[in-house]
């Protein structure tokens, strides 16, 4: 358990791992190439962005692309998503728009509407609230009898937090086809992954709670492809949840607002920095023979669309007004809230 499944190693060559091996065909490797391309192409316009004053704040995946977008690449559309907030690779593969993504980070009441169309849960800031919405969504699937899972994106912190523990140990009584994906970055702002758990690992709390537990090499896209893909095959078989835990660094601050070189350094960027996850599946798609010109092409042009499409979707945009935050809470507004709109207003005035 203490050991990370890996099929490719930081230097891009295929390891020796044989159980979870399996010859995906080109064109699957080629769209995970180019998820992982565009998902870091954007994260990046989303911190220009930011910084231009476009968006109130942005929480960066750089680093943690594969295990996104591995993750994410081999569930079905109809199986519900629960994201923490940091998984703009999730959204991405989900089909989410990066624009409506964007307006949850300008703040306009809509930023979200557009998820659950999707099958995904809007992002939860208040961590790991949404581990028990996914549970309670797998045990209605289960009483519903389809055959979808649930997936909570957690990270390492939000494991400390008590809704966690109430959701896997409910989801393990109840067999629901729940999979708990941990993306351990490392970091909970600025308390390291170490003061989170006294065990061996995040993954070995899963004997504890009676499920499976298993670590993954956050950085390995197909490892956790293949990973996540046992674990969904045995909830939708009926066989209960998983905890996987995914072993991964956070290569920005936590959000556009920290400043990370107050509690870590240079050499801990640098040693995972050689254990990029891009650059790793570059290299192996290299080795297939799957890497063409023709390809880098195509995945420049799209990611350059897909950057111009989220800055016109939010340069010039008009400033939500503070007061719509009223409107939506309830299908109609209660005497109190009204109270608290009419005192915003004249606050305004
Ligand atoms: C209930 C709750 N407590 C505290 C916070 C403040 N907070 C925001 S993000 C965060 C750390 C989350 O760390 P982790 O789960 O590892 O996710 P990561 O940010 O590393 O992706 C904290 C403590 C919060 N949003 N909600
Ligand atoms: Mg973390």
Redesign the pocket.
């Known amino acids: 358990m203490d050991q990370p499944v890996q099929l490719v190693g930081p230097d891009g060559t295929a390891t020796a791992e044989s159980r979870y091996r399996r010859d995906l065909p080109p064109e699957t490797l080629v769209w995970l190439y180019e998820n992982l391309v565009i998902t870091r192409d954007l994260d990046v316009e989303f911190v220009n962005l930011q910084r231009q004053g476009e968006l109130a704040l942005y929480?960066s995946?750089r680093g943690?692309e594969a295990a996104q977008i591995g993750a994410a690449a081999c569930l079905r559309k109809t199986d519900w998503l629960f994201p923490?907030?940091?998984e703009l690779g999730v959204f991405l593969v989900r089909g989410i728009a990066p624009a409506q993504l964007a307006a949850v980070w300008r703040g306009a009441w809509h930023g979200g509407l557009d998820f659950t169309s999707k099958c995904c849960a809007p992002i939860a800031?208040?961590?790991?609230?949404h581990a028990l919405h996914a549970v309670g969504a797998a045990m209605a699937a289960q009483r519903l009898g389809e055959d979808s899972l649930t997936v909570a994106f957690?990270?390492?912190?939000?494991?400390?937090?008590g809704?966690s523990h109430e959701a896997m140990n409910l989801a393990a009584v109840e067999k629901a086809p729940c999979v708990f994906y941990?993306?351990?970055?490392?970091?909970?702002?600025s308390?390291p992954?170490s003061r989170?758990y006294a065990g061996p690992t995040i993954a070995h709390r899963a004997i504890g709670y009676g499920m499976p537990g298993i670590r993954v090499d956050g950085n390995d896209i197909l490892a956790c492809y293949e990973v996540m893909a046992e674990a969904a095959e045995r909830a939708r078989a009926g066989d209960g949840p998983t905890l996987i835990e995914a072993v991964t660094y956070?290569m920005e601050p936590?959000?556009t607002s920290d400043d990370a070189t107050r509690y870590r350094t240079a050499l801990e960027l640098e040693e995972w920095s050689a254990r990029d996850p891009i650059a790793r599946f570059r290299t192996y798609m290299q080795q297939a023979g799957l890497l063409t010109e023709r390809l880098e092409t195509r995945v420049q042009a799209r990611s350059a669309r897909l950057r111009a499409e989220l800055r016109d979707s939010v340069v010039g945009a008009p400033d939500p007004d503070p007061s719509e935050l009223f409107d939506h809470v309830y299908a109609e507004i209660t005497p109190l809230l009204s109270a608290q709109r009419a005192q915003l207003r004249s606050e305004m005035a």
Do not use: K, M, Y
């Not at 957690?154 to 937090?161: I, P, V, Y």
């Open positions: 929480a995946c943690q923490q907030f940091r800031i208040p961590i790991a609230t957690l990270g390492d912190g939000a494991t400390s937090e809704d941990i993306q351990n970055n490392q970091w909970a702002i308390v992954a989170q956070r936590h959000t």
